[in-house]
């Protein structure tokens, strides 16, 4: 698979033995981790300044994470508004034999947040 061939990862990340159960597979937990830095880094950028996450829509996985593999996550933007941030973030899994997997694809939404925490207005939503 390398339609992402041109495109660069917004993280690369490789699927350590920490991030991994008995039988040597990444659990979704980590995987979750990993997505929503990918994403937050992007949202924030977006914002120009703190975001937090909101809503996760349900993700499957098309095949395992293994032990060693180069995990690369892929972040579009699909929607900018007032004070959120709407990304698509593709997922796919680099095996040590040089294959690449497509795991899962997930939307995440993000909201701009100031120091108390509280939602705040983006500062420029035309980027």
Known sequence: ??????????????????????????????LLEQIDLAGSLEAERLSRG??????????????PILLGDVVNLYVDRLRVGQKSVTLKIEVESERMEGECVRITEVIVTFVAIDAEGRSRFLEDKNQ
């Open 1 to 30: 698979m390398d339609h992402h061939a041109q495109r660069v990862p917004a993280l690369r990340v490789r699927a350590l033995p920490k991030s991994t159960n008995a039988y040597g597979r990444v659990q979704a937990g980590w």
């Open 50 to 63: 703190p975001v937090a996450t909101v809503a996760v829509n349900a993700f499957q996985f098309n095949a």
